[in-house]
T-cell receptor, first 112, second 115 residues
Framework: GENVEQHPSTLSVQEGDSAVIKCTYS??????FPWYKQELGKRPQLIID?????GEKKDQRIAVTLNKTAKHFSLHITETQPEDSAVYFC???????????FGQGTTLQVKP | EAGVTQSPTHLIKTRGQQATLRCSPI?????VYWYQQALGLGLQFLLW???????NRGNFPPRFSGRQFPNYSSELNVNALELEDSALYLC??????????????FGNGTRLTVT
């Protein structure tokens, strides 16, 4: 069935270092891949998304890459800051189903 | 612009009771989505409503149901509550017709505790 695997489950980096979170999806028809950030006790918020016709997208310190052949996509955060500490979720969806399949989340801790 | 609002913030129920959760989407958004976020788990898709109709539902039993009103607000009903229904229930909205292939705007959620 539909599934999104996300790794690692926890990630600790020093401030200024880079962080990479990886996701693999099972449904080859998936064509939309958003990333959400959820700070403790707050709502998930979209930080970046990518569609299947694009291989890479950047927004300041955040970038996402997509490998459709491998059914794999990754989030890259450069120059991490303490305020980047949160749980990050990847997700995948296809067509007009209204359904996002979320990964299990990665808890990112940025140490000052 | 007001965001997605959900009520109540917290809800405590006893096993076997019914719970009703409410959601108001962003003005102009006609699609409403419900997700369950159990402790330590990712978000699980529950239901999608658009233009007053249920468009899709996730792998949840029929005791999870809901509806969307003419003003596009929505409610989620959970009947015959079980202990494992304890979770954060998140509502999200998006503009019409995009079926989730667009950024979702989430509310702050309703924390349901079943004792």
């Amino acid at each position: 069935g539909e599934n999104v695997e996300q790794h690692p489950s926890t990630l600790s980096v020093q401030e200024g270092d880079s962080a990479v979170i990886k996701c693999t999806y099972s449904d080859s028809a998936s064509n939309y891949f958003p990333w959400y950030k959820q700070e403790l006790g707050k709502r998930p918020q979209l930080i970046i998304d990518i569609r299947s016709n694009v291989g890479e997208k950047k927004d300041q310190r955040i970038a996402v890459t997509l490998n459709k052949t491998a059914k794999h996509f990754s989030l890259h955060i450069t120059e991490t800051q303490p305020e980047d500490s949160a749980v990050y979720f990847c997700a995948a969806s296809r067509g007009n189903t209204g359904k996002l399949i979320f990964g299990q989340g990665t808890t990112l801790q940025v140490k000052p | 612009e007001a965001g997605v609002t959900q009520s109540p913030t917290h809800l405590i129920k006893t096993r076997g009771q019914q719970a009703t959760l409410r959601c108001s989407p962003i003005s102009g958004h006609t699609s409403v989505y419900w997700y369950q976020q159990a402790l330590g788990l990712g978000l699980q898709f529950l239901l999608w409503y658009d233009e007053g109709e249920e468009r899709n539902r996730g792998n949840f039993p029929p005791r999870f149901s809901g509806r969307q009103f003419p003003n596009y607000s929505s409610e989620l009903n959970v009947n015959a509550l079980e202990l494992e229904d304890s979770a954060l229930y998140l509502c999200a909205s998006s503009p019409t017709g995009l079926g989730g292939n667009s950024p979702l705007h989430f509310g702050n959620g309703t924390r349901l505790t079943v004792t």
